[in-house]
């Protein structure tokens, strides 16, 4: 016999009852969950999107100098993800594709899904300060001389891929120091306003997911 407890529901017929307990509800609400996930993924996704934006509206870069950055400082009111620059000659070596990730080069490879991240350091600041790439080296990198580099600012420590970048560096016997400060070439402002209509799409999802999960009617709690 089933002696499962069941009650009416408030408001309806005695001949209709609905089961107790947390799995019922969870059958009843299937729909609910749906689209409670739905908002949870898209405000991840915004969440991402809202910083982006943020370093999308930077203007002029800061100048990070020579001697701020073989000192150890940074210019006052600088933060990790700031649009920054910094004037310098690329330290490297020999430059074929067989010496590519190795000492001979200075040049450190990282390669995750298909998208490899180039590590080099600058004459004048040594290893006190490392170039990343993601858009292939620039051409005669040999003689380019002295030129100004334009990015986001990061650290070792914070750069994608921690561990992979850790053994990338190593092998190509360049700095390996949690704090060591980063420009990242391949993230700059005037490249991510090019893709604001991709952000702006984003925002109006969850936007939407979220009318979607206030508007429609979900079972009731009562009997949970």
């Known amino acids: 016999?089933?002696?499962?407890?069941?009650?009416?529901?408030?408001?309806?017929?005695?001949?209709?009852?609905e089961e107790r307990g947390l799995g019922p509800w969870l059958k009843r609400n299937r729909w609910l969950?749906?689209?409670?996930?739905?908002?949870?993924?898209?405000?991840?996704?915004?969440?991402?999107?809202?910083?982006?934006?943020?370093?999308?509206?930077?203007?002029?870069?800061?100048?990070?100098?020579v001697d701020q950055l073989n000192s150890g400082?940074?210019?006052?009111?600088?933060?990790?993800?700031?649009?920054?620059?910094?004037?310098?000659?690329?330290?490297?070596?020999?430059?074929?594709?067989?010496?590519?990730?190795?000492?001979e080069s200075g040049i450190a490879v990282v390669s995750r899904y298909e998208t490899a991240y180039l590590y080099f350091r600058l004459e004048e600041t040594g290893d006190n300060l490392l170039i990343q790439s993601t858009?292939?080296?620039?051409?005669?990198?040999?003689?380019?001389?002295e030129r100004v580099w334009r990015g986001k600012l990061e650290t070792v420590g914070t750069v994608i891929f921690h561990n992979t970048t850790q053994e990338g560096l190593k092998r190509a016997g360049l700095p390996q120091g949690e704090a060591i400060p980063v420009v990242n070439t391949g993230e700059t402002p005037e490249?991510?306003?090019?893709?604001?209509?991709?952000?702006?799409?984003?925002i109006v999802l969850w936007l939407l997911s979220i009318a979607w999960l206030a508007w429609k009617k979900n079972k009731p709690l009562l009997g949970l």
């Open 191 to 202: 490249y991510l306003r090019e893709i604001f209509p991709a952000y702006s799409a984003i």
């Open 1 to 17: 016999m089933d002696t499962t407890d069941k009650r009416p529901l408030s408001g309806e017929h005695e001949d209709h009852y």
């Open 135 to 145: 858009q292939g080296l620039p051409s005669n990198i040999q003689n380019s001389g």
């Open 73 to 103: 400082r940074l210019p006052a009111g600088t933060e990790l993800g700031d649009y920054v620059k910094v004037s310098g000659t690329p330290e490297v070596g020999e430059v074929k594709p067989a010496t590519i990730g190795r000492p």
């Open 33 to 65: 969950l749906t689209r409670l996930f739905t908002v949870i993924v898209f405000s991840f996704a915004a969440s991402t999107v809202a910083a982006n934006f943020s370093y999308g509206l930077e203007g002029k870069p800061t100048l990070l100098s």
